[in-house]
Structures are given as structure tokens and as C-alpha cells.
């Protein structure tokens, strides 16, 4: 039993944008890593065979085949590295986990498709694809209302600028 104390705490490290996924899934998980000085995001893309924990601490295990072999990563859901997790398919599967799937190998491995849940999940993605469509028209909008200009323009002008004070 977790304290109040211990639930006020976890509220504030607690991600809002987890979507809902289940164990069947496939899921892509972008995750955030250092690459030098700078940071990259690199996609894993599997089925999600367990889920574990709840809160802060909530992970999911994800499996995937690369060249002939399994492959299976345990991400923390929660975590400020992982940058989002999107659903790409709906699987029904009537286990909690599916550690079967390690034994298995070719056709063996196929989950059933979820196809109410896909639907939903289709809707919802085309929703939030026109939503930020409209929102980026809008910024841009107002943008070019307020007399900006775009980045490339920005730095030509600049550039030109530049070169004109040199001549002086």
C-alpha cells in the first residue's frame, strides 16, 4: 500500500500524454539519448509482451525481431527520456503476459488484431493530425499578421546585411 504522502509526490513526475495501450500492442517508443553534444530521439518499434507496476515506476517490456532474433527492451513509461509512445496496431490477447511469445518463431508469433479498439485509435491519431495541422496554419498565420518572417528568410537577410557592412 503506497502512503498519501508517497501519491502526492509521484503526481508531479507522472506523464500525461501516455496513451492506452495493453499488452498485444505494437508500439512505436521514442526515446530520448545523448549522442555527443547533442540529443537524438530513436524510435523502437515492437509488441508490448508485459506491463509492470503502477505510477512512477510503471514499465513495459517490448519485443521485437532483429535479423531472425529476438530483441526486448524494458522502458520506463514514465520516465522523462521517453520522449512519446505511439500506438501503431491493437492486439487482443486474453493473457497478461506473453513471455510465450520468447518460443515462438515465424507465423507463431502473430497476434490477433483489436479492430474496435483500432478504429478508436485511428480516429483519435487522424483528430490529433488535423489539430496540429490547423494549429501550425494558425501560428503561421499569425506569424506572417505580425510581420514576421520565416527562419531562411531571417538568415539571408542577415546574411546580406552582413556582407553590406563588410563592403562599408
Known amino acids: 500500500m503506497i502512503s498519501p504522502f508517497m501519491k502526492i509526490v509521484e503526481q508531479g513526475t507522472l506523464k500525461s500524454d501516455v496513451p492506452d495501450f495493453r499488452v498485444g500492442d505494437r508500439v512505436e517508443i521514442h526515446q530520448k539519448i545523448l549522442d555527443g553534444a547533442k540529443e537524438r530521439v530513436q524510435v523502437f518499434e515492437g509488441d508490448?509482451?508485459?506491463?509492470q507496476n503502477a505510477g512512477a515506476s510503471e514499465t513495459?517490456?517490448?519485443?521485437?525481431?532483429v535479423q531472425g532474433e529476438g530483441v526486448e527492451r524494458i522502458f520506463p513509461v514514465h520516465s522523462p527520456r521517453i520522449a512519446k509512445i505511439v500506438v501503431k496496431k491493437a492486439g487482443m490477447v486474453?493473457?497478461?503476459k506473453l513471455?510465450?511469445?520468447r518460443d515462438r518463431v515465424g507465423k507463431?508469433?502473430?497476434i490477433r488484431d483489436d479492430v474496435k479498439r483500432q478504429t478508436r485509435i485511428d480516429v483519435d491519431l487522424k483528430t490529433a493530425a488535423e489539430?496540429?495541422?490547423k494549429a501550425a496554419q494558425e501560428a503561421?498565420?499569425?506569424a506572417t499578421a505580425a510581420g514576421g518572417e520565416s527562419k531562411s528568410?531571417?538568415?539571408k537577410r542577415e546574411r546580406k546585411e552582413a556582407e553590406a557592412a563588410k563592403k562599408k
Not at 513495459?60 to 525481431?65: D, E, G, M, N, S
Open 131 to 133: 489539430a496540429a495541422s
Open 108 to 110: 507463431a508469433t502473430k
Open 48 to 51: 508490448v509482451i508485459a506491463r
Open 94 to 96: 486474453r493473457r497478461a
Open 99 to 101: 513471455y510465450y511469445l
Open 153 to 155: 528568410a531571417k538568415k
Open 60 to 65: 513495459v517490456t517490448v519485443r521485437r525481431l
Open 140 to 142: 503561421a498565420a499569425a
